[in-house]
């Protein structure tokens, strides 16, 4: 057996014993954590294997693994592939054809990528964000304030291959190990472009960015903290920021993240803010982040294994979540205030609808939305809405 059927026997082996449970790289991971005669090259290649096949299943349709493998790879790369020169010659020859042109040569479409084209906001487009899932996005890191100096230092040494974008965004292969680099959080933070942009607001709300006045903040879903840190570099560490999640892991985790940022909490609590009669803080926010619970679909070509087991129905589940929640937590924002609806979601019912929802059941005034379109830039697709509540006459 060639070494490359060998790859696509190993590939096989994966996806016939991968549930979609879990995150495939934990997968992957007990997979070769129990198959040591691999080494580092033969992991990297049969893992991407695994990800072209979830990125293509939905368009490729095969019932032989095999096939649709070596049609995933043929449609996910560029550049001349070694294995399909050796076992498809005819695709590897047509390797550097656009994704359109070899979509058509398998005689496949572009919505066959994403099966759930239907649902998407009018304002994606469609063709774009279908064949952007054939992609893996770069790896992004934010510049902290006060360590671009630093940052630019390290660079220059280490001779890493980088790319900015702007003065705060460096765009580095996925394959970049950062641990012996950068003190990760408090020179540098791993964070998507897009989610880098969605508090692009403030910069321009100069009232609230030098009022000189002490901001109160809740990150009402803070997960790992990514908005939290930014929402604290953005108002240049002019906020008291309140976080809270819905496990109390979730927000240890996040507490030493933000004492490696150096970044102290103002309060933390553990809520589930879907219910309909959360425990709520007290206080009134003059600005409340709401990084929502979603489908995710925005990122999926980061995971593509979630566009593969995803159910259509879980659409509906999470609009209605969404709507409870923004219903709950919008009740402490201050009159004058504002609220940030955000998620990683491109489709209409989680987004456009919930915007709609905001400013007709809650009353409040949409200042601005946005789709950030990372299909565009090899980025995560994100939607950003900011409201304010009017003041009291």
């Not at 879990?22 to 198959?35: D, N, T, Y």
């Not at 660079?155 to 980088?162: D, P």
């Not at 219910?275 to 995971?303: H, K, M, N, Y």
Request: proline share 3%.
């Amino acid at each position: 057996m060639s070494r490359f059927h060998s790859y696509i026997a190993s590939a096989t082996s994966i996806l016939k014993t991968y549930d979609g449970s879990g995150p495939l790289l934990f997968h992957l991971k007990k997979f070769f954590s129990a198959s040591k005669k691999f080494g580092s090259k033969d992991r990297k290649n049969i893992a991407h294997l695994c990800y072209t096949y979830f990125r293509t299943a939905h368009a490729v349709r095969s019932d032989n693994i095999e096939e649709s493998i070596l049609a995933g790879l043929f449609l996910c790369e560029q550049e001349s592939s070694e294995m399909l020169a050796t076992l498809r010659p005819g695709l590897n020859e047509n390797i550097s054809l656009s994704k359109k042109e070899k979509l058509a040569m398998l005689n496949l479409d572009a919505t066959g990528i994403f099966p759930f084209h239907d649902s998407l906001s009018s304002l994606v487009d469609k063709d774009k964000f279908c064949t952007s899932l054939l992609q893996q996005p770069g790896l992004y890191l934010r510049i902290r304030p006060g360590k671009h100096q630093r940052v630019r230092s390290i660079l220059e040494t280490s001779g890493l291959a980088h790319e900015w974008l702007g003065n705060d965004c460096l765009r580095l292969k996925n394959s970049t190990s950062l641990d012996d680099l950068f003190v990760l959080n408090k020179d540098v933070v791993v964070q998507d472009f897009n989610s880098q942009q969605v508090l692009n607001y403030l910069q321009e709300e100069k009232k609230v960015l030098f009022s000189g006045n002490r901001v109160s903040a809740w990150d009402c879903c803070a997960a790992s903290g990514g908005k939290s840190v930014l929402l604290f570099d953005v108002l240049k560490g002019n906020v008291n920021i309140t976080v809270s999640d819905i496990r109390n892991n979730i927000l240890q985790n996040l507490a030493q993240r933000l004492q490696q940022a150096g970044i102290n909490i103002n309060r933390s609590f553990v809520a589930d803010l879907s219910l309909p009669d959360p425990d709520l803080p007290e206080e009134e926010f003059s600005i409340i982040v709401c990084d929502a619970p979603c489908t995710g679909s925005g990122t999926w070509s980061r995971t593509p294994e979630q566009l593969y087991y995803f159910k259509e129905n879980q659409i509906e589940i999470f609009s209605n979540r969404q709507k409870q929640i923004v219903s709950n937590v919008t009740r402490k924002l201050k009159p004058g205030g504002l609220f940030f609806y955000i998620t990683c979601s491109v489709f209409r019912q989680e987004n456009d609808e919930i915007v709609s929802f905001i400013h007709n059941s809650l009353s409040l005034k949409l200042l601005q939305q946005e789709y950030l379109k990372g299909y565009e830039i090899a980025a995560d697709t994100m939607f950003v809405a900011v409201f304010t509540k009017p003041l009291l006459p």
